[in-house]
């Protein structure tokens, strides 16, 4: 079964050329079945290649998914066209009376700072608040996890010496899990950020379960049972070239930045990357929403209740 996606989205066309099965909304509509709700607020600069990221890991499924796009309700972005967001993109204060079966909520590029000086981060945390009663699972990616985990238990971001950057080597801690049903003993993951969360600190906290770490990257998904919320410190998400793209862009800038490790071939960015990630990502991803669909009630107004 498909993703639903609007007809005018990029990613409709994006996905279709990839083999992606895409349905539009009228098409949809004559299908007698409940699709999964599912939203993704978006806090990335390039909200459009992130929409496609997400888009084709969550539409690789079964079964059939709505997808909704959200946007801090003041917040503007610079980077993504103005029609695009109107067009596409609900604020908050939109959806707050609506329920979801699952919300994705991406990263942003404002590690460096302490969060609560977001100038988005009094109404993020009315978000985190409002996935209890009105989200049945939701997902929060790098910058969004580490938000969610530090509202929820006051686990801290801490900045690191130099950028962790590149496909690190990451370890299944819980290969009972059925959010890594199907995972390797091991996996790489692509990770891209300044801050780190600390192992010793999660353990500290009662109810929250690492499913995949890493010697040198650290935790990478943390199960919090009494909130429904997975978060995920590392980019399974990332297309094969997001590395080459950001490491390209700092090379552009003059910013001080390492060659991604264990990426390109023989470590020369003059060689096309690969990706080893592919897998584990759809699995992830698609045992997410298997969860969902599993556990979420089929009366919408049921959730969070």
């Known amino acids: 079964m498909p993703i639903k996606l609007p007809i005018a989205l990029p990613a409709y066309d994006v996905l279709s050329k990839e ?28 909200k459009i290649q992130t929409e496609n990221q997400f888009a084709r890991l969550i539409g690789a499924t079964p079964l ?18 103005a029609e ?18 699952g919300l994705i909520i991406t990263g942003a590029p404002i590690e460096h700072l302490p969060f609560q000086d977001v100038t988005y981060w009094d109404e993020l945390t009315q978000v985190f608040d409002w996935t209890q009663t009105h989200v049945h699972s939701t997902l929060g990616v790098c910058w969004g996890g580490m938000a969610m985990i530090n509202y929820f238990h006051g ?3 801490h900045l690191l010496d130099q950028k ?25 993951i692509p990770v891209s950020r300044w801050t780190e969360m600390r192992q010793d600190e999660i353990d500290a906290v009662p109810g929250l379960t690492t499913l995949i770490t890493s010697e040198e990257a650290g935790p ?12 995920i410190f590392n980019h399974f998400e990332y297309d ?62 049921k959730i969070g209740t």
């Open 19 to 46: 083999g992606v099965m895409v349905l539009d909304e009228v098409t949809a509509a004559r299908q007698d079945i409940r699709p999964l709700r599912i939203a993704l607020l978006n806090l990335m600069p390039k």
């Open 64 to 81: 059939q998914i709505e997808f909704s796009l959200i946007r801090m309700s003041e917040h503007q972005t610079r980077n993504t066209a």
């Open 84 to 101: 695009h967001m109107e067009e596409f993109y609900k604020p908050f204060s939109d959806v707050r009376d609506e329920k979801f079966d």
């Open 155 to 157: 686990v801290r971001k």
């Open 164 to 188: 962790l950057f590149g496909c690190l080597r990451h370890q299944n801690k819980e290969p009972s899990s059925p959010y890594l049903r199907g995972f390797s003993d091991d996996c790489v």
């Open 220 to 231: 990478a998904v943390v199960e919090d049972i009494a909130h429904r919320a997975l978060y």
């Open 240 to 301: 094969t070239g997001t590395l080459k793209q950001e490491y390209d862009r700092d090379i552009a800038n003059g910013t001080p930045i390492n060659i991604p490790a264990n990426y390109y071939p023989d470590n020369d960015p003059l060689k096309t990357p690969q990706n080893r990630w592919r897998s584990h990502a759809h699995l992830l991803y698609g045992n997410w929403i298997n969860e969902i669909y599993q556990t979420t009630y089929y009366e919408l107004d």
